[in-house]
């Protein structure tokens, strides 16, 4: 004890307390203590594990929260979909207490201050997250083009603040498009902005397409009376683009969004696959046309109405979703 004193400079007093009490061991000491216990410091990064924290991660930074000393974890939405999460949570021996408000919605409060400090530890954000400079974690950025944890990881996010695809009107093809916002005091609005950008180029790599980020409206809240400002992009809600999200993300535990998608899947992939098609023709037509064949006969060889070829090769037209077919190839 007394080497140890000397190299740590802790009183030789206190390292005896620690070693004859087992309550005197240091609080930090003993939260280390129960994570190796239950092995919270061997997830693999390829591991399930891996990713349904990453979905935890972006749900919390979504509709989540840790508190600022670090012993509470919460979680906002639906009872029916927080009990579902609540599953999850199981593998990481720990599980979230849910209060039910009206229109069923409620939040889950776990209350373990060994999870929490492992959720703000891999970047759960801390305390008001309209006040704070967080982003995407690192080993969510790092884990690979179209990876399994950046899919789970925005699953969350979107299970928590993505907007739902409607339809315009009941007997139309149009859906309305899916917003995603975000809310930062004044002063954390260029860090916000960072934030969304690094949303916006995950999203490109699942080949989803979406606006530039744009400041929407500002309002001063009213418990402090800080002035707010809206921050928010959009993906858009053309057919291509939305069966690339269905396809390759889509909504997880969040049942209302996740079934309004799948109520509606099958149009959408039927006339992406028919919008993909006409962008296939197009190509070949330029093709063909550069190679010397007429507009008709580029008509008859690829079976195209006449009046798509026109327009495609002598007035300069293009299918309506090219442009949305060729930034999604190359996201």
Known sequence: MTEISRSSGVPINRIGNWMKTKGAVPFSARC????????????????????????LVGYSMGDG????????AWFYGVSEDLSIMNRMLAQFSVTGKIY????????????DRVFARLMASI??????????????????????????????????????????????????????????????EGSFVEGGINYLKQIKNIVS?????????????????????????????????????????IKR???????????????????IKKSAMAETEKNRL???????????????QISRELGLPIHHAKNWLYRGCKPRLYKSMRESSTA
């Open 65 to 72: 929260n840790i508190s600022r000393d670090l012993c509470k």
């Open 100 to 111: 039910t408000y009206k229109i069923d919605n409620g939040k889950m409060a776990v209350n």
């Open 282 to 296: 197009y190509e070949l037509a330029l093709k063909k046309r550069n190679a010397g064949m007429s507009a008709y």
């Open 205 to 245: 790599e699942f080949g989803i397409t979406s606006t530039e980020i744009k400041k929407g409206r500002t309002y001063i809240r009213s418990r402090d009376s800080s002035r707010m400002v809206q921050l928010h992009f959009i993906v858009h809600s053309n057919h291509i683009n939305l069966n690339n999200f």
């Open 123 to 184: 970047g759960s954000p801390v305390g008001d997250k309209t006040k704070s400079i967080f982003g995407v974690p690192d080993w969510v950025i790092n884990s690979g083009n179209m990876s399994g944890i950046k899919g789970k990881f925005l699953q969350g996010l979107f299970d928590s603040e993505l907007s739902t695809p409607k339809l315009i009107y009941k007997n139309r093809t149009a859906f309305q498009s899916m917003s995603f916002y975000s809310i930062k």
């Open 32 to 55: 280390l203590i129960d994570a190796r216990k239950r092995r919270y410091f061997s997830i693999h990064a390829g591991s399930k594990k891996a990713e349904d924290l990453a979905y």
């Open 249 to 267: 993300v889509g909504f997880l535990h969040n049942r209302k969004r996740r079934e309004e998608t799948e109520r509606h899947a099958n149009f």
